[in-house]
C-alpha cells in the first residue's frame, strides 16, 4: 500500500496551527483552567503537532520513507545532502523551538505529553547549538560512509513488488551521479575547514568504492556487479512479462553505466587526491576547537556531564574489575598461567573457532539463530511486553565485510513487512570466536536491539518522533545490559562461554579508555591497537577495525558502558528501595516503552515508578 505525504499541506498545516497558538498565547498561558479536560484537550492538540513535524521530516527525506516501508511519489529519490539543505533544516529547528518556547503552557499538559515538550524541546537545542560543527565528521569513512551506504540501501532497503518499484530503483541508480556531485562538494567543504580523514581511511574506502563498480557491466566480467545482480534477484520474483523484464535490465545496465560508474569514478578521483593530503594524524584534537567538539561529543553521546578524564578513569577501572572476574573463571576451567597467557590460548585454539570457509560460515549464522530462538522462549521470565516483529540472523555483504563492523543490527519497518536484522561480519572467523557469539547474539537480536528498537516501533501512545528516537547511551546500554540478563536466568552454562561475555564487556570498557585516549589524551592509531591487543583476547583485526572505528567517530563507542552501568544503578537502586516489591519484569517495561530516551530522562521515569510503586504498597498495608 503506497502512502502520499504532501509537504506543502503539512506546512500549511503547521503555520495555521503557529499563528493560531501565537494568537492566543495570551490566553493559553493565562486565562486557560487547569480542569481535566482542558489538559486532555491541550494536550491531544500538542500531540497532533509533535505528529506533523514528524510528518513534514519524513516528507522531505526519501530515504528515511524507505527506511519506514513508505512507498511514495518520492520512491526513487535520494535525499538532499547540500548545504542549502542544513540551513534549511536549522531554520525549521528555530521556528520550532521558539513555537514550543513562547506558545506551550507546559501547566496544561499531562504527564505524557509534558515529557515529550521536554524531549523535543531539549533535541532542538541540541541540533541549533550543534550547527556550528556540523562538518565536523567523515561523509566517507570505513564505517558508514555514503559510499558503502548508498548500495547497501538500495540492496537491503529498497524492495520492488512492482514494475513501478522496479523503476524507482533505476531512478535511485540514476540520482547516484547527482548524489555523489553533492557528497563531494561536502568533502571539499570540510578540507576548506581543516576536516579530512586520516590516511588509513582511504585505502578501505577505495578498496569498497572499487569494488561497486567491478563486474557487470562496467567490465567484461562473467560475474554481474553486486548492483545488477541485486536488481535482476528483485525483479525475478515480480509479475511482469519477460519482455518487460528485459527491458527493465537494460535500463539498470545503461543507468548503471551512465550514472553509477561516473559518480564513483568522479568520487575515488576526488579521494585519491585527497588521500595525498591526509596525515595520520587521528584524534579530533587536531580540528578547529577540537577540544570543545570532543567535549560536547561526550555529551552528546553519553547524555551525562562526565568529562574526558572522568570517562578514561571510568574505563580504567572497569578493566582492572573485569580482568579479576575472567581469573575466576580461569580456575574453572583449570587453565594454569597468566590472564595474558588464557588470552592468547584462545586466540590460538582453533577448537573455539568455526573454519574460515562457507561451511564455517554457515554453521555460524544456523548457530546464532539457535541461540535467538533459545532466548526467545524465556523472556516470559523478564519481560511483560515483547516484540511483535521477527528478526533474522545475515552476514554482512561481500562489498562491504572487508571494513564493515563486527556486527550491527538493522530494525525492520513498523508495519513487520521487513523483518530486523542482525549482521555478523564473517569475513575473518577468527574474529568471531564461538565462545563470543552467545553474549553477541543476545546484545544485537534478543534481548537487545532487536527487543528494545522493535517494541519502540511498536508503540502506539507515544509521538513518533520518540519512537524513532536517537539516544546511543540508551540503545547501546541496553544492548550491553542485555549480554548481562541472560546470565541471571542460568544461561552462559559453558564458563568459556561466560568468559566471552566477560571479554565482550571488557572490549566496551577499554572503549572508554582508548577513545578518550585518542581524542583527549592525543594517543596513535598504534597506541590504541596496542592497548586493545595487551588488555583483551580479541583478535589483532578486532582491536584495528575498533580504533579505526574510534578515530571516525569520535565518542560514540563511550555509550556502550555509560549506558549499561546506567541501567544496573536504577536496577539496584529499585531492588533496594521496593524490596519484595520490586519486579523485574516491571522495570524492564518502565525501560522499553517510554521509546528511547536521554539517561537523565530514563533515571527521572525509573524514580516515578519506584514512587508510585512503595505509594501502593503502603496503600495496600493500611487497615
Request: net charge neutral; hydrophobic share 35%.
Amino acid at each position: 500500500m503506497k502512502h502520499k505525504i504532501t509537504a506543502s499541506i503539512l506546512l500549511l498545516f503547521y503555520m495555521v496551527l503557529l499563528n493560531s497558538c501565537n494568537n492566543q498565547k495570551k490566553q493559553t498561558k493565562e486565562n486557560i483552567a487547569v480542569t481535566t479536560e482542558s489538559v486532555k484537550e491541550y494536550s491531544e492538540r500538542l500531540n497532533e503537532w509533535f505528529e506533523k513535524q514528524f510528518q513534514d521530516e519524513v516528507s522531505r527525506s526519501p530515504m528515511r520513507q524507505t527506511y519506514l516501508g513508505i512507498k511514495t511519489e518520492d520512491y526513487g529519490k535520494w535525499d538532499d545532502i547540500s548545504s542549502k539543505r542544513e540551513a534549511d533544516d536549522l531554520l525549521r529547528a528555530k521556528q520550532r523551538l521558539s513555537f514550543l518556547k513562547d506558545s506551550i503552557n507546559t501547566s496544561l499538559l499531562n504527564d505524557a505529553t509534558l515529557l515529550s515538550y521536554q524531549l523535543m524541546k531539549q533535541d532542538l537545542e541540541n541540533q541549533i547549538e550543534d550547527f556550528s560543527f556540523r562538518l565536523y565528521d567523515y561523509p566517507v569513512n570505513q564505517m558508514n560512509g555514503m559510499h558503502a551506504q548508498v548500495p547497501a540501501f538500495l540492496i537491503n532497503m529498497h524492495s520492488i513488488d512492482t514494475k513501478t518499484d522496479a523503476g524507482a530503483y533505476v531512478s535511485r541508480l540514476l540520482g547516484i551521479k547527482p548524489l555523489f556531485r553533492q557528497l563531494v562538494g561536502n568533502l571539499k567543504i570540510r578540507e576548506k575547514n581543516g576536516i579530512v580523514p586520516p590516511k588509513f581511511v582511504f585505502t578501505k574506502v577505495l578498496d569498497d568504492c572499487k569494488n561497486i563498480v567491478t563486474g557487470r557491466p562496467f567490465d567484461a566480467s562473467k560475474t554481474a556487479s553486486t548492483l545488477l545482480t541485486d536488481f535482476k534477484h528483485k525483479i525475478a520474483e515480480i509479475d511482469i512479462s519477460e519482455q518487460e523484464r528485459s527491458q527493465l535490465i537494460a535500463e539498470a545496465n545503461q543507468a548503471l553505466i551512465d550514472s553509477v560508474q561516473p559518480a564513483y569514478e568522479h568520487l575515488v578521483s576526488f579521494l585519491e587526491g585527497q588521500q595525498q593530503r591526509a596525515t595520520t594524524d587521528d584524534g579530533c584534537w587536531k580540528f578547529p576547537k577540537g577540544t570543545i567538539f570532543y567535549n560536547r561529543a561526550l555529551r552528546r553521546t553519553t547524555t551525562t556531564d562526565m568529562t574526558a578524564d572522568q570517562i578514561h578513569k571510568l574505563g580504567l577501572k572497569e578493566v582492572d574489575r573485569i580482568h579479576n572476574e575472567m581469573k575466576t573463571i580461569m580456575k574453572q576451567v583449570a587453565f594454569e598461567g597468566t590472564l595474558h597467557d588464557f588470552f592468547t590460548y584462545l586466540k590460538e585454539n582453533e577448537e573455539f573457532y568455526f573454519s574460515n570457509d562457507q561451511s564455517g560460515r554457515a554453521a555460524y549464522l544456523k548457530e546464532a539463530e539457535t541461540l535467538i530462538n533459545k532466548m526467545r522462549g524465556r523472556l516470559d521470565e523478564l519481560f511483560i511486553t515483547k516484540p511483535k516483529a521477527d528478526i533474522i540472523v545475515k552476514a554482512v555483504e561481500p562489498f562491504r565485510e572487508k571494513s564493515a563492523g563486527k556486527a550491527f543490527y538493522q530494525q525492520g519497518t513498523p508495519d513487520g513487512s521487513r523483518p530486523g536484522r542482525y549482521y555478523a561480519n564473517l569475513y575473518n572467523m577468527k574474529a568471531m570466536p564461538k565462545y563470543q557469539m552467545e553474549a553477541l547474539a543476545y546484545h544485537e537480536g534478543i534481548p537487545g536491539h532487536h527487543m528494545q528498537r522493535s517494541i519502540s516501533l511498536e508503540l502506539n501512545d507515544i509521538p513518533k518522533f520518540r519512537v524513532f528516537g536517537k539516544y546511543t547511551a540508551y540503545t547501546e546500554g541496553w544492548g550491553l545490559y542485555t549480554e548481562l540478563l541472560p546470565k541471571e536466568i542460568g544461561l552462559y552454562k559453558d564458563p568459556y562461554s561466560d568468559f566471552g561475555r566477560l571479554a565482550m564487556e571488557l572490549w566496551r570498557a577499554c572503549r572508554l579508555v582508548v577513545d578518550t585516549g585518542i581524542h583527549a589524551k592525543k594517543w596513535t592509531r598504534e597506541d590504541g591497537i596496542k592497548y586493545y591487543v595487551e588488555n583483551t583476547p580479541n583478535a589483532e583485526s578486532d582491536a584495528i577495525k575498533m580504533v579505526e572505528r574510534h578515530i571516525v567517530m569520535p565518542s560514540q563507542a563511550t555509550a556502550y558502558k555509560i549506558g549499561m552501568n546506567k541501567i544496573l544503578e536504577l536496577r539496584k537502586e529499585a531492588k533496594k528501595k521496593l524490596g519484595d516489591q520490586f519486579d523485574i519484569r516491571e522495570f524492564h517495561d518502565v525501560i522499553l516503552t517510554n521509546g528511547p530516551v536521554p539517561l537523565n530522562i530514563l533515571e527521572e521515569l525509573v524514580q516515578k515508578w519506584i514512587a508510585k510503586k512503595s505509594e501502593m504498597a503502603i496503600n495496600t498495608v493500611k487497615p
